[in-house]
């Protein structure tokens, strides 16, 4: 079983960065694709991207494409989110999630405790 802790998460102003990480332990980071998901207030949970376990195939939401990037360490087994251009629409509690399905529909089993992104405008 995977444990996932997120880290990284803060205020900033609209247009700035952040970088979360996602770093695990108890099992090895490249056994699983994974994911980042964020829930806003009121809100229902959002998928932003995922990267695959081979290769680092990436996918994202059409609201933070070209902004935000995905990326993994398999050697610090940990995850990243590298967020660019920040806007208060992106304020959320961010989670990271391993997906434990070996092909097809993702089955994200194990999730952080989340890392909240605020952004003021």
């Known amino acids: 079983q995977v444990r996932l802790v997120e880290s990284g998460g803060g205020l900033v102003q609209a247009g700035g960065s952040l970088r979360l990480s996602c770093t695990a332990s108890?099992?090895?980071?490249?056994?699983?694709?994974m994911a980042w998901f964020r829930q806003a207030p009121g809100k229902a949970r959002e998928f932003i991207a995922a990267i695959s376990r081979s290769y680092g195939l990436t996918e994202y939401a059409t609201s933070v494409k070209g902004r935000f990037t995905i990326s993994r360490d398999n050697a610090k087994n940990t995850m990243y989110l590298e967020m660019n251009d920040l806007k208060p629409e992106d304020t959320a509690a961010y989670y990271c999630?391993?997906?434990?399905?070996?092909?097809?529909?993702?089955?994200?089993?194990?999730w952080g405790q989340g890392t909240q992104v605020t952004v003021s405008s």
């Open positions: 999630a391993a997906d434990v399905a070996p092909r097809g529909t993702p089955n994200y089993a194990y």
């Open positions: 108890g099992d090895t980071l490249q056994s699983y694709g």
